[in-house]
């Protein structure tokens, strides 16, 4: 089956960041968030899954590990397992990205803050 924004479950996470389910099984899950200005996700990491964040519109912060790093569209980043990260967006405009975890990040999710 084709699948797409208007076909996938979708939910609400944060403050007013969407996420629609485009693929999760248990050893993949693919989702296309989006986030407005001015918001960002809690600290947190996960055991098992790595995670593979794609820029399609908008500029993404991400902080992780020691680090901060700016990733704006057609750029991603890789979130190894077992680093503490988040995604904030610091710009003025919205952020829309994919997320491709791998296992998926069902019940591996520990949040920090």
């Given at each position: 089956?084709?699948?797409?924004?208007?076909?996938?479950?979708?939910?609400?996470?944060?403050?007013?960041?969407?996420?629609?389910?485009?693929?999760?099984?248990?050893?993949?899950?693919?989702?296309?968030?989006?986030?407005?200005?001015?918001?960002?996700?809690?600290?947190?990491?996960?055991?098992?899954?790595?995670q593979?964040?794609?820029?399609?519109?908008?500029?993404?912060?991400f902080?992780?590990?020691?680090?901060?790093?700016i990733?704006?569209?057609?750029?991603?980043?890789?979130?190894?397992?077992?680093?503490?990260?988040?995604?904030?967006?610091?710009?003025?405009?919205?952020?829309?990205?994919?997320?491709?975890?791998?296992?998926?990040?069902n019940?591996?999710?520990?949040?920090?803050?």
């Amino acid at each position: 089956m084709v699948v797409d924004k208007q076909n996938a479950s979708h939910y609400l996470w944060g403050d007013n960041c969407n996420s629609w389910i485009l693929a999760d099984t248990e050893g993949l899950s693919v989702k296309q968030e989006s986030m407005p200005s001015g918001t960002k996700e809690k600290l947190h990491f996960h055991n098992h899954a790595q995670q593979f964040f794609f820029i399609l519109k908008g500029t993404a912060t991400f902080y992780h590990g020691e680090k901060t790093e700016i990733v704006n569209a057609n750029q991603g980043l890789l979130i190894e397992a077992k680093t503490q990260h988040y995604i904030a967006n610091e710009s003025q405009e919205q952020l829309d990205f994919l997320v491709i975890s791998q296992p998926s990040t069902n019940n591996d999710r520990i949040t920090i803050e």
